[in-house]
């Protein structure tokens, strides 16, 4: 899962092993929450996000779960194959007047051929 | 596809300079953001826009300030660079809304 601090959480799985990567998140009152993906030496790009009220979304090879009684959302990424390899973030829109993204710390997920 | 640019991939500057750095879009978005990113942190937001000449305060504005004068151009300045200011930056724009942010490449800013 993620945390914050200097060191990256880092999942490693073998190619065509499942993976899931947790996140914890803290805004009760957040519509909706998405996940990016970030390859070394780029930007972050958008995967898939999920509106506060499904408990599941489904896109190409990736699902997001939300639990909102334990502020928890995880992305499951089927077959996972060596271009998956990234550092990958949860973020949750906030409203302070202006909607915004916070985003976790991230982890980082190894994919070994 | 969308494309955002960061006018540069690598910057050393010296402490007390004023550094600028340019984002620039070209699908017309009208949402733009500059993110700090530093190990173990995250995405931090710096300060975002949402229209030409509008700016918002994000969650570390202090040292920063931003210029939006046309609709793709959205430019982070730092009056006077300090060492703690060393950083990678990513710009970001959207088209409606903020949950599919097209990123740049990013900026990696060292002040020495």
């Known amino acids: 899962g993620e945390s914050v601090g200097l060191h990256l959480p880092t999942l490693s799985v073998q190619e065509g092993d499942n993976s899931i990567i947790n996140c914890a998140y803290s805004n009760s009152a957040s519509d909706y929450f998405i996940w990016y993906k970030q390859e070394s030496g780029k930007g972050p790009q958008f995967i898939i996000d999920i509106r506060s009220n499904m408990d599941k979304r489904q896109g190409q090879r990736v699902t997001v779960l939300l639990n909102k009684t334990v502020k928890h959302l995880s992305l499951q990424i089927a077959a996972t194959q060596p271009g998956d390899s990234a550092v990958y973030f949860c973020?949750?829109?906030?409203?302070?007047?202006?909607?915004?993204?916070?985003f976790g710390t991230g982890t980082r997920l190894l994919v070994s051929p | 596809d969308v494309k955002v640019t960061q006018s540069s991939r690598y910057l050393v500057k010296r402490t007390g300079e004023k550094v600028f750095l340019e984002c620039v879009q070209d699908?017309?978005?009208?949402?733009m953001f500059w993110y700090r990113q530093d190990p173990g942190l995250g995405l931090r937001l710096i300060y975002f826009s949402y229209d030409v000449k509008m700016k918002e305060k994000g969650d570390i504005p202090e040292g920063y300030s931003v210029s939006r004068e046309k609709k793709e151009r959205f430019s982070l300045i730092l009056e006077s660079a300090s060492t703690n200011q060393t950083s990678m930056y990513l710009c970001?724009?959207?088209?409606?809304?903020?949950?599919?942010?097209?990123f740049g490449p990013g900026t990696r800013l060292t002040v020495t």
């Open positions: 973020a949750e829109n906030i409203d302070t007047g202006f909607q915004k993204l916070v």
């Open positions: 699908m017309d978005h009208e949402n």
């Open positions: 970001a724009s959207s088209r409606t809304g903020i949950r599919e942010q097209y």
